[in-house]
């Protein structure tokens, strides 16, 4: 079992920035990890992934969201720049993948116009 503790996230105004981390309890170095998010009545989706050595974002992130991980610290981030309202979710941090892996606690963002 692996725990994931989020840590990040809140209350910023439209074109603010945030950053999400999320820790892992045990390495992380062959994990793929990944930032997820959930806006009321919609579907959870892909934020931004990384493996050990590619990134892939979201169509609506692309730009302006940066995921990156420090194996060292078993931790990976997201920095969120130039929010919009349309970013507010539950974010969710997932290692190992969405079939088999874990998942953090979630962290709501939530972005003023």
């Known amino acids: 079992q692996v725990n994931v503790v989020q840590s990040g996230g809140g209350l910023v105004q439209a074109g603010g920035s945030l950053r999400l981390s999320c820790t892992a309890s045990?390495?992380?170095?062959?994990?793929?990890m990944g930032w997820y998010r959930q806006a009321p009545g919609k579907q959870r989706e892909l934020v931004a992934s990384i493996t050990r050595g590619d990134t892939n974002y979201g169509d609506s992130v692309k730009g302006r969201f940066t995921i990156s991980r420090d194996n060292g610290k078993n931790t990976v981030y997201l920095q969120m720049n130039s929010l919009k309202p349309e970013d507010t979710a539950v974010y969710y941090c997932?290692?190992?993948?969405?079939?088999?892996?874990?998942w953090g606690q979630g962290t709501q963002v939530t972005v003023s116009s």
């Open positions: 997932n290692a190992g993948g969405t079939a088999i892996g874990y």
């Open positions: 045990a390495s992380i170095t062959f994990y793929t």
